[in-house]
């Protein structure tokens, strides 16, 4: 893998559409709920679950997840790594779990698995990015999709190829 060659995927404006009307879908759907707890899993979300909170109308309490399941390289760990964060109080609140990419789902899984131990009163998914023909994916639901991509090695907004390229604002594959 030659990490300086980019090819554009998913441009600036593309990626913000998106994220503006996954935005309504979820105002519709919680629209008489009247706060949500954000729990982004760090660090790819983070530039994605800022975007989409700032389009979010009600009241919302956000937390986070600290994830690694890649250790500085383009394929999945066989087991994802959970380090402790302090989490808002999950207990009956309404659980919008986000995540950058839906890859093997194990680490949004495990996400799920941590998030209904806290006795919530319902907990949903919401990925930017769901690689659709990865390998022995785990069986989640999500409930929002930002975009179906093929089975690639992508970075930008969020996504890293060890560390870097998380603030491009648009999503590249890395090619060989
Ligand atoms: P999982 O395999 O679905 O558990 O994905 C685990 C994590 O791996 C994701 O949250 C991302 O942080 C990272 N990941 C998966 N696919 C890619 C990719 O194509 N580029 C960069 N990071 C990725
Ligand atoms: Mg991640």
């Given at each position: 893998?030659?990490?300086?060659?980019?090819?554009?995927?998913?441009?600036?404006?593309?990626l913000?559409?998106?994220i503006?009307s996954?935005?309504?879908?979820?105002?519709?759907?919680?629209?008489s709920?009247?706060?949500?707890t954000?729990?982004?899993?760090?660090?790819?979300?983070?530039?994605f679950?800022?975007?989409l909170?700032?389009?979010l109308k009600?009241?919302?309490?956000?937390?986070?997840?600290?994830?690694?399941?890649?250790?500085g390289?383009?394929?999945?760990?066989?087991s994802?790594?959970?380090f402790?964060?302090?989490?808002?109080n999950l207990?009956?609140?309404?659980?919008l779990?986000?995540?950058?990419?839906?890859?093997?789902?194990?680490s949004?899984?495990k996400?799920?698995?941590?998030?209904?131990?806290?006795?919530p009163a319902?907990?949903k998914t919401?990925?930017?990015?769901a690689k659709?023909n990865s390998?022995?994916q785990?069986?989640?639901?999500?409930?929002?999709?930002g975009?179906?991509?093929?089975?690639?090695f992508?970075?930008?907004?969020?996504?890293?190829?060890?560390?870097?390229?998380?603030?491009?604002?648009?999503?590249?594959?890395?090619?060989?």
């Amino acid at each position: 893998m030659n990490p300086t060659n980019k090819r554009t995927l998913i441009n600036k404006s593309d990626l913000q559409n998106r994220i503006k009307s996954l935005a309504q879908e979820i105002n519709q759907e919680y629209e008489s709920v009247e706060s949500l707890t954000i729990i982004s899993v760090l660090k790819g979300s983070v530039f994605f679950m800022t975007d989409l909170a700032k389009e979010l109308k009600m009241d919302t309490e956000i937390g986070f997840l600290f994830f690694s399941s890649y250790l500085g390289n383009t394929s999945p760990q066989t087991s994802v790594k959970v380090f402790d964060l302090p989490l808002p109080n999950l207990q009956n609140r309404h659980i919008l779990l986000v995540e950058d990419i839906f890859d093997t789902g194990k680490s949004l899984q495990k996400a799920i698995e941590l998030c209904l131990s806290k006795q919530p009163a319902s907990v949903k998914t919401c990925v930017l990015l769901a690689k659709d023909n990865s390998k022995g994916q785990a069986e989640v639901f999500i409930d929002y999709v930002g975009f179906h991509i093929a089975n690639e090695f992508v970075v930008g907004y969020g996504l890293d190829y060890r560390e870097k390229f998380r603030n491009l604002p648009y999503i590249a594959v890395l090619e060989e």
